[in-house]
């Protein structure tokens, strides 16, 4: 069973609206959490992580992420997008009790139409 | 700085042939991994390496071997490829598996099995 969800499998966004894309996760325990983006044809590179502290952390790009750890959730955001920022972007959750793995969600592939 | 290199980038094979995949890394990490990417799936972990010496299973092992040749090295061998090994494969290193360590991609392998 996927334990990594990614809810939003494609978004179509025009440029300048706002962007919420939701990861939740059903692991106890001390959970680190990250988002990475993948462009066209490239890999993946990391956007944002949580490990602890501020539960609102800000990455590269103008994105940020809230970690809500009664919801089990790590929404990634933007307030207005870009054409640039097309892309397929996933929630990736490293569990301490099992070794420290990453676990990745499915992804969800942003479209941004000019 | 070159960080996580693949090679070869794309490679195609028939049924039942055998291949290995490279991957080094220029920065002194510890920690290496190999990745399967399918549709609808996202990251799914083949194999790791906590460190030199070491190799562990992740959650899809079989049809698949593993060499960590050196610090730097970590290849992947499919002994007798198969359809379903389809896929684009992607190397990752860390700095170690402990946590808050992120982990840094290559820019993958699509291999195609007829």
């Known amino acids: 069973a996927q334990s990594v969800s990614q809810h939003n499998h494609h978004v179509i966004l025009s440029e300048a609206a706002s962007l919420e894309l939701g990861c939740n996760y059903s692991?106890?325990?001390?959970?680190?959490l990250f988002w990475y983006v993948q462009y066209p044809g490239q890999h993946l590179q990391l956007l944002l992580k949580?490990?602890?502290?501020?539960?609102l952390v800000k990455g590269i790009k103008g994105f940020e992420a809230e970690f809500i750890k009664s919801k089990f959730s790590f929404n990634l955001r933007k307030p207005s997008v870009q054409w640039s920022d097309t892309a397929e972007y996933f929630c990736a959750v490293m569990r301490s009790n099992t070794g420290n793995q990453f676990y990745f969600g499915t992804g969800t592939s942003l479209t941004v139409i000019p | 700085n070159a960080g996580v290199t693949q090679t070869p980038k794309f490679q195609v094979l028939k049924t039942g042939q055998s291949m290995t995949l490279q991957c080094a890394q220029d920065?002194?990490?510890?920690?290496m991994y190999w990745y399967r990417q399918d549709p609808g799936m996202g990251l799914r972990l083949i194999y790791y390496?906590?460190?030199?010496?070491?190799?562990d299973k992740g959650e899809v092992p079989n049809g698949y071997n593993v060499s960590r040749l050196n610090k730097r090295e970590f290849s992947l061998r499919l002994e007798s490829a198969a359809p379903s090994q389809t896929s684009v494969y992607f190397c990752?290193?860390?700095?170690?598996?402990?946590?808050?360590?992120?982990?840094?991609f290559g820019a993958g392998t699509r291999l195609s099995v007829l």
């Open positions: 692991y106890g325990g001390t959970v680190n």
């Open positions: 990752a290193s860390s700095p170690s598996k402990a946590a808050k360590n992120i982990q840094y």
């Open positions: 390496s906590a460190s030199e010496g070491t190799t």
């Open positions: 920065m002194n990490h510890n920690s």
């Open positions: 949580y490990f602890s502290g501020d539960p």
